[in-house]
């Protein structure tokens, strides 16, 4: 069945008329879609991920370089990359025994500075 033939409820407001309702009705995102935005936003409410996120924005850097910025243990800074790793928000790239990080794209960098201008807008 189509979406768009789908009986819709009544709105609540108490008119009858479904036009608006069925227009956007077509832009609305179907649930995995949802679910994977959701999870990037969530993995976006952590302050410390954000903070990686901002510094990675700049340049690439090395899990012991995240820890002296951060003040954080190894560990740590590493459980919250294996977090961005498996959102695809950042890549790692070994050379020796170092793994270095940085944004998958240009949308995570876009995203990250979006979000600043909103908190930072007066």
Do not use: W
Not at 6 to 20: F, I, Q, R, W
């Amino acid at each position: 069945m189509n979406p768009s033939s789908k009986p819709l409820a009544s709105c609540s407001d108490g008119h009858d008329d479904e036009t608006v309702a069925r227009a956007v009705q077509e832009h609305l995102l179907d649930g995995i879609t949802a679910s994977h935005i959701a999870e990037i936003f969530a993995a976006l409410a952590d302050p410390t991920r954000v903070r990686i996120i901002g510094l990675l924005t700049h340049v690439e850097l090395c899990v012991g370089d995240l820890c002296l910025v951060l003040g954080m243990s190894q560990p740590a800074v590493s459980h919250q990359l294996r977090v961005l790793r498996n959102l695809r928000i950042v890549a790692a790239r070994k050379d020796g025994r170092h793994v270095f990080y940085t944004l998958v794209d240009e949308h995570v960098h876009d995203l990250f500075h979006q979000g600043l201008a909103h908190a930072t807008h007066v």
